[in-house]
């Protein structure tokens, strides 16, 4: 197996770790080719991946003091990735809730509701982050950006009816990763209801 790359030895990570300018440059150097490719693998798109992968980079360089062990940061830039990959997923599932959404009343929602909408949310979000990659871009593409079928089909180079079938794959196996955590988000969600119901309202507690 052909390994191009390798990341950062200890000794050097420690270096930028004590403030050697040069040392931190050449971590942030070596490690974006790993970085870029946990983001090609956890992202939706090429330009979200993109992002994600600078934006870690970013982090790596601001708060490389705040990496406990020298040899964590591999799996370090690894969770960071996935969380920006996610937070990406969260923001889409969330702008696409805003725009299909009806027009409502000028009643703001109650603290329940609003809790329990944002644990949907994450819980879709997160759902959709698991799916595989191809399945991941199709649906993102197609269910939460709303492109048309003959665009998707299109960016990710498929036939209409490969792009379908795969469509079709992505969304049974987020109905069915969504099915298997229904009981633990209905737990969530009892809980969540009675936190919102002790909230106090306009900051004056309840008798």
């Avoid at 270096?15 to 050697?20: I, L």
């Avoid at 983001?39 to 490389?64: F, G, N, V």
């Avoid at 009806?102 to 698991?130: C, G, K, N």
């Avoid at 197609?142 to 795969?166: C, E, F, N, Y």
């Amino acid at each position: 197996m052909n390994q191009r790359f390798t990341w950062p030895d200890e000794r050097l990570i420690k270096a930028a770790q004590d403030g050697d300018v040069t040392s931190l440059t050449t971590v942030v150097m070596e490690s974006q080719p790993h970085v870029r490719r946990f983001a090609i693998s956890l992202c939706s798109s090429p330009q979200d991946a993109e992002d994600a992968a600078q934006e870690a980079l970013i982090i790596l360089y601001r708060k490389i003091g705040t990496l406990r062990a020298t040899g964590a940061l591999a799996s370090w830039m690894f969770r960071i990735v996935r969380n920006e990959c996610l937070r990406q997923v969260r923001l889409l599932v969330s702008q696409n809730d805003e725009a299909t959404a009806e027009p409502q009343a000028t009643a703001e929602p109650s603290a329940e509701d609003a809790v329990l909408h944002r644990l949907e949310a994450e819980r879709i979000a997160a759902a959709v982050s698991a799916l595989p990659r191809d399945q991941r871009q199709v649906l993102i593409m197609r269910d939460v950006q709303g492109l048309p079928s003959k665009t998707v089909a299109h960016s990710l180079g498929l036939s209409s009816a490969a792009m379908k079938s795969r469509l079709h794959r992505a969304r049974a196996a987020l109905r069915h990763s969504l099915a298997v955590t229904d009981q633990p988000l209905g737990q969530a969600a009892d809980e969540a209801r009675d936190q919102a119901i002790d909230q106090p309202v306009g900051g004056v507690s309840r008798p």
